[in-house]
């Protein structure tokens, strides 16, 4: 079944959100016929959604075997709807990442999200995600959960990760043989949580236990 993604989060931009569509386009073109609209920096992310439109039409005219569109994310899933682009029969499916659903604008809690929820699917990446969505009425039957992970043989340990890895933790003392550690990966911001959980869940741990960002 042909499909056509649609991402503005990709390679050469680093992040979750490109990995992810970098990962998920390209497992499934070896799988299946594959077609993409893809943001590569290589314009102005501005010209890259005023040309939207046409480059949707212009594929689902010339690749009539598109059978699903495919959008990476909530902001994506906006743009889609507000330039009244139609799917013309395919079926639309949306990946919605937290800061999709919970976004503090009025306009997007109360306009917005009222035209994104007629799509066809949406792929939830945690139960609580798919929480959100069903606390703003999304039809429960269109909502999926598919938590992100990773390739444990793709992303292997090999000598030289291992090597680099000890460099870091001689760098800031820490003895990985010794230490107990809790390690969180991702940008510290407020809505991670990282602050939380230092000041709620640390104090109720061993003196032993370190946390490491």
Known sequence: MAILFITHKYPPAT?????????????YSKREKTYSIIYDQKINIIIFFLQLRKKVYDLLRNHPEIKIIHLNDGLMASFFYLLCIKPNGRKVAVT??????????WAYQKLILKGIKKYDAFICVSQATKAECQKRDFNNDKLKVISNGVNSIANAFTENSVAASRQVLQKYGIDP??????????????????????????????ADINFYI
Do not use: T, Y
Not at 15 to 27: H, P, R, V
Not at 96 to 105: A, N
């Open 15 to 27: 992040g979750g959100m490109e990995k992810q569509s970098f990962e998920l386009i390209n497992g």
């Open 96 to 105: 919605i990442h937290g800061l999709d659903i919970v976004f503090p604008f």
């Open 177 to 206: 043989e010794d230490d107990k550690i809790v390690l969180a990966i991702g940008r510290p911001i407020r809505r991670k949580g990282f602050s939380w959980f230092a000041e709620n869940v640390m104090p109720l741990l061993g």
